[in-house]
Every structure is written in C-alpha cells, then in structure tokens.
C-alpha cells in the first residue's frame, strides 16, 4: 500500500501527542496519540488486506469520429474475486493533462458494472485513453494502492466535414 500525505500527518502528529503527554502528563494526550497511531496501522492493513481480482474492459462507441462528434467510453467491471470488492476508483487519463475518474460502489461476488463518460473531440488527431488504474483506499483516504486496469487504446479524431450545397443548375 502506499502511504499519502495525509497518513504521515497523522503519524507525526501521533508521536507530537504522545511526547506532549510524556512534557505535560495529560494521559488524554496519550490516548488521542495512540488512537491516530491505531488509525494510521489500521489504514495500511485495510489497503493492504485489499486482494482485487478484477475483469476491466474498456470500449470507445464509436472508436473513430469526426470532430465535435460524440464519443464515449464504456467500462465494465467484474469482481471475480471470492469476497466483495471495496469501494473502487477508477482513473483513466484522457489526452494531455485531462482524466476521468469514475468511483464504483463494492461488487458482490460476480458482480458486473458498467459505467461510461465522455470522450473530448474538439480537436483532430489521435486521443490516447488510458492507462486506467484501479485505486482502493481506506475510508479516511490515508493509505491507497492501485494497479492497472485496462491498457490505453487510441481514439481517432477525423477533421471535421462540412456539408456544401451544390451549385444551382448543375448536376453535382
């Protein structure tokens, strides 16, 4: 698992209570240390205890299209794990500096589900989607452990086509 910023708050923080128990003798200081110290070790087993055995599949509807057209991706997510899944994070980036993040309530064994968003196609070109990683994190968000979901695949952005009426008195 890997620890976040706010983990290492909490775990300085805990050892600041407990030395300012050991400069005060204010037990109470003692207890909340101990109890942030507690939260930070039950975060890193939750992360940890996480085996995730997903089937992520992405689609593009439609995989080319011209610009300004619509373009969507589909993502279904099975657990094919033996237990329930945790609350899941989905993130895939999108492009340059974009992504998309879809959350994902726990699956039941089996389970399967679909989430879609939009793709951005206001500019010609190539549209790379992905990689998508799969992120679970404790309930206070201070420990998270990703892997890869889906590998990235490629959205083709045609120019866009415009529509000229013919000229009057001609065939075409």
Partial sequence: PMLTTQVWLVAIT??????ARRLFGIFELYLLGAGAAALVIAAAVSVGRARLRLDV???????????????????????????????????????????????????????????????????????????LTVEVADPFGLAAASTRGAPATELTVWPAIDDIAALPHTTG
């Fill in 57 to 131: 599949v992405r689609e593009l509807h439609p995989p080319r299209v011209h610009v300004g057209g619509p373009s969507r991706v589909e993502l279904r997510v099975t657990n094919r794990a033996g237990r329930r899944s945790p609350l899941l994070t989905l993130r895939d980036p999108v492009g340059d500096g974009r992504s998309a993040s879809v959350v994902v309530a726990p699956l039941g064994v089996g389970e399967t589900v679909r989430a879609t968003y939009r793709l951005p196609t206001d500019r010609r070109g190539i549209l790379r989607v992905g990689p």
């Fill in 14 to 19: 805990s050892v600041a209570l407990v030395a």
